[in-house]
């Protein structure tokens, strides 16, 4: 059964789809990168999966289930700038909300909850800045204690929102033995990326999405000129509108 | 209890009722919703006395606790539409309380409920209204109120501590997770409304709308943890409410108007002199770092 699998989701904003008849299949114990040019739908499309915005249409399921059951085996990282970093709490507090799923209604995080936590952030190479505060963190470091949050909901299936953005090389130094680290114990990790020179180094498998899947599959297979120029090219979506019988000049 | 010790007991109660659902409205970037709501929940009262054709006070809880969703409920409805935050909470809080204006000045002139009333409150005419209720007499009719509210805000509070955090802090996480965080909106939303109903009477929606804003973003500057943020603005909020007291006193002016005044007062004392965040202190140490960088 597949870690990961979406029939036809199409999500539209305002009557316009922002994705479009996506369908796949991901394999389990791989990383898999997303990409894809502004405004594809990139982000769109994983946190459809998680039920954060609303489908028009589709199907998804983790393991075989509706996401609403699986949530205790899949991790989530939100892009680093989708929160307020001037929030009054520290790091090791931000760790401990990913468990807040597991420590449940009426409960508090207790001592090994706090302890799992800290080991976490040492997985990040963090756990010197457990009591630092948030805001004085530097962006490689927020992301790193989003990863080791992340870290932290023990999860099967990842999925993480741009997490290479504004990091320094330490931070993605670390990002990368992360995802080795989660590959090698047979976890499956979708990213969303955006930086196609690095495509190749880190991801085993490729979406390449523009609002409609262009294509899926081993990044040796599917990562090639000819699929490029078809997700990155303007002429597409062009006539993609034209066949839908929008006419984009009206 | 002596007639002063009254009144600030009674606003004391109503600082920290309203600085609780305050810090959580600050830090949700959204303190102005807490002043529409304090409005509004004027025409949850009035629409409650013309149903039930009396002052009762479960009646007028629930009118206004109705009135405080809907108006939150309306601001969502309005903002999804299209229409920006402040212009949708502008909009909901003027079109609701002049409706509540004009169904009091049509219906309800001869009762106690006035608009002016609703606005400055009238904290001196409170010791002179008990009800004696468990056992337990001559305790004033606000006191109780605002005791039963606070109560309520400290248990959800406690009971839903991580749950507001997370959803408060990262929304997306939370509801990935399974949070309920539209519940939670609605719980702080109900919170508000209760709140603002069991103080306004006594202080009026603008000292309510000042205990829920100030004290919280004064603690803001003070602290870096959320727990400690709500104990510091609790105690800003009884300062502000003791000192406007007595300083009320010795100018022989509006009571809830002076506390109101001194909760600004806190604010730019910490905007000003805050260890980590103080205008005049990061200028200080400014100023020393560059002598500093001279020398070497």
């Known amino acids: 059964m597949n870690p990961v699998s979406t029939n036809n989701i199409t999500v539209a904003y305002h009557r316009k789809p922002v994705i479009q008849n996506v369908s796949f299949e991901a394999p389990e114990g791989k990383l898999i990168g997303i990409v894809g040019p502004n405004g594809a739908g990139k982000s769109t499309l994983i946190k459809s999966i998680l039920g954060l915005v609303p489908k028009a249409s589709g199907n998804i399921s983790i393991y075989g289930k509706p996401y609403k059951k699986q949530r205790q085996i899949v991790g989530y990282v939100p892009q680093r700038g989708s929160v307020d970093w001037d929030f009054p709490t520290n790091a090791l507090d931000v760790v401990l909300m990913g468990k807040y799923g597991q420590i449940g209604l009426f409960r508090r995080p207790n001592k090994k909850d706090k302890q799992e936590a800290l080991e976490c952030l040492a997985q990040v190479g963090m756990e010197a800045f457990a009591n630092r505060q948030i805001s004085q963190l530097s962006g490689g470091q927020q992301q790193r204690v989003f990863l080791a949050r992340a870290l932290a909901q023990n999860a099967s299936v990842y999925f993480m929102d741009e997490p290479f953005v504004g990091v320094d090389a330490a931070t993605e130094k670390a990002i990368i033995q992360l995802l080795t680290d989660l590959k090698s114990k047979g976890k499956t990790v979708l990213v969303v990326h955006h930086d196609l020179q690095t495509v190749k180094d880190y991801f085993d498998w490729v979406m390449l999405l523009n609002i409609r899947k262009i294509a899926f599959g081993p990044t040796e297979d599917v990562f090639t000129q000819d699929n490029l120029q078809k997700t990155y090219g303007g002429r597409l979506a062009f006539l993609d509108q034209e066949s839908n019988g929008v006419n984009p000049l009206a | ?296």
């Open chain 2, 1 to 296: 209890m002596t007639y002063t010790m009254w009144i600030i007991l009674t606003a004391s109660l109503v600082s920290v009722a309203c600085s609780i659902v305050g810090v959580l409205l600050v830090l949700r970037k959204m303190a102005m919703i807490s002043d529409a709501i304090s409005h509004t929940v004027l025409l949850g009262l009035v629409s409650a006395f013309l149903i039930t054709q009396s002052l009762d006070g479960l009646a007028m809880f629930i009118g206004a606790a109705i009135a405080g969703i809907l108006t939150a409920v309306f601001i969502q409805l309005l903002n999804s539409a299209g229409v920006q935050a402040d212009a949708a909470i502008g909009i909901v809080f003027t079109f609701l309380f002049a409706i509540g204006v004009i169904l009091v000045s049509m219906f309800a002139r001869d009762v106690h409920l006035d608009v002016e009333h609703s606005i400055m409150g009238e904290l001196a005419f409170i010791p002179w209204t008990t009800v004696d209720w468990l056992g337990i007499e001559g305790v004033p009719q606000a006191v109780w109120m605002i005791s039963i509210v606070l109560v309520i805000n400290i248990i959800l509070l406690f009971v839903f501590y991580k749950e507001f955090k997370l959803s408060s802090f990262d929304p997306h996480l939370a509801a990935a997770l399974g949070i309920p965080v539209v519940f939670l909106h609605y719980l702080l939303m109900g919170m508000t409304s209760i709140t603002a109903v069991a103080s306004f009477d006594a202080v009026g929606a603008i000292l309510v709308v000042a205990m829920i804003i100030a004290p919280p973003a004064t603690a803001y500057l003070l602290t870096e943890q959320l727990g400690k943020m709500f104990v510091y603005s609790a105690i800003i909020a009884v300062l502000s409410a003791i000192s406007g007291y007595y300083f009320a006193a010795i100018l022989d002016t509006n009571i809830a108007g002076m506390m109101a005044t001194m909760t600004g007062f806190f604010f730019l004392l910490a905007f000003l002199f805050s260890p980590t965040h103080g205008v005049v202190i990061k200028k200080i140490r400014n100023r020393f770092t560059t002598y500093s960088n001279d020398e070497a």
